[in-house]
T-cell receptor, first 117, second 105 residues
Framework: QVHLVQSGAEVKKPGASVRVSCKTS????????IAWVRQAPGQGLEWMGW????????IYAEEYQGRVTMTRDTSTTTAYMELTSLRSDDTAVYYC??????????WGQGTLIIVSS | LMTQSPATLSASPGERVTLSCRAD??????VAWYRQRPGQAPTLLIF???NRATGLPGRFSGSASGRDFTLTISSLQSEDFALYYC?????????FGQGTKVDIK
């Protein structure tokens, strides 16, 4: 069975960085792309970017360019999303999700990141 | 840009409801629908505009007409009172609609 298990909630100060992990299991890791989506409190879903675990290629949404890095460790079948220069409006639940053919067919449980001084 | 309507839909259990999503450009049938229950991650309902996700009950159906997409729930169950999002995956960046909340009348 396919599982995506994310790291736990964190509280960060403005200007800091955060790295969220997404441990996958139940399928060939390099065969399916991983997307990251975030959801601010009471708001909708926002697509952040996409990574190919096969070759590490990435595509980022323009608003995150320069602040986000998506990587992977094929030996542990884990994907990572790092966001730098955190601001209060980065407070959100961050999700990883396995892509099918562009749609997001399996989601992680979400990781709450709170940015507060 | 994906525009969903209505923002909120009030309905009763057993009722048939239709949720709409309009794309501001041609996206073909590269549209998915998700349901998000309170405090939970979204789950895939429909992909390719009209294909049900594995294990999804038959009361859910999706359709497309040009740039207009529809999610229909034929008979609302208690677990269907939730938020629903459409998403296009035809172009980068992928984009979601702003969501439709289905609540109990």
């Amino acid at each position: 069975q396919v599982h995506l298990v994310q790291s736990g909630a964190e509280v960060k100060k403005p200007g800091a960085s955060v790295r969220v992990s997404c441990k996958t299991s139940g399928y060939p890791f390099t065969t399916y792309n991983i997307a990251w989506v975030r959801q601010a409190p009471g708001q909708g879903l926002e697509w952040m970017g996409w990574m190919s675990p096969y070759n590490g290629n990435t595509i980022y949404a323009e608003e995150y360019q320069g602040r986000v890095t998506m990587t992977r460790d094929t030996s542990t079948t884990t994907a990572y999303m790092e966001l730098t220069s955190l601001r209060s409006d980065d407070t959100a639940v961050y999700y990883c999700a396995r892509e099918g053919g562009g749609w997001l067919e399996t989601w992680g449980q979400g990781t709450l990141i709170i940015v507060s001084s | 840009l994906m525009t969903q309507s209505p923002a909120t839909l009030s309905a009763s259990p057993g009722e048939r409801v239709t949720l709409s999503c309009r794309a501001d450009q041609i996206v073909g049938t590269n549209v998915a629908w998700y349901r998000q229950r309170p405090g939970q991650a979204p789950t895939l309902l429909i992909f390719g505009a009209s294909n049900r996700a594995t294990g999804l009950p038959g009361r859910f159906s999706g359709s497309a007409s040009g740039r207009d997409f529809t999610l229909t729930i034929s008979s609302l169950q208690s677990e269907d009172f939730a938020l629903y999002y459409c998403q296009q995956y035809n172009t980068w960046p992928r984009t979601f609609g702003q969501g439709t909340k289905v609540d109990i009348k």
